[in-house]
């Protein structure tokens, strides 16, 4: 389940958008993140052909199975590591892209390890 980390972003903003606002179309995305509307189109192209993502007749998107699995681990990823880093005594704003950043090349090993340290396990 190896992907771009272009592909788990657009994917973990799919899933962000549809927690806060429902149905999401590809304007949404636009919205969100900043990018082109041929970028987004092109991007969500690739996600449907590549079975991440349904788009119905009226253009709102669904994550499939494979994709909301990729979408929730990176957004856990974020979360956890924006949080941490916070209470390390980043700034807010650090942690997000420090996390942003992480999330992509972090191995499942040391993730689950710093879960497990930051339990007290």
């Not at 992907?3 to 590809?26: F, K, P």
Request: charged share 25%; with cysteine.
């Amino acid at each position: 389940m190896k992907i771009m980390e272009s592909a788990e972003n657009y994917l973990e903003t799919i899933l962000v958008l549809q927690n806060r606002i429902g149905n999401v179309r590809s304007i949404d995305i636009v919205s969100e993140l900043g990018f082109s509307k041929p970028s987004v189109s092109i991007a969500m192209k690739n996600l449907r052909e590549n079975g991440y993502i349904q788009m119905d007749e009226n253009g709102f998107i669904t994550l499939l199975s494979p994709g909301r699995a990729i979408a929730e681990k990176i957004y856990e990823r974020h979360t956890f590591l924006t949080d941490w880093l916070t209470r390390l005594g980043v700034s807010p704003e650090t942690a997000a892209e420090d996390a942003c950043r992480i999330e992509h090349v972090i191995s499942d090993e040391s993730f689950q390890a710093m879960k497990k340290h930051a339990e007290g396990r």
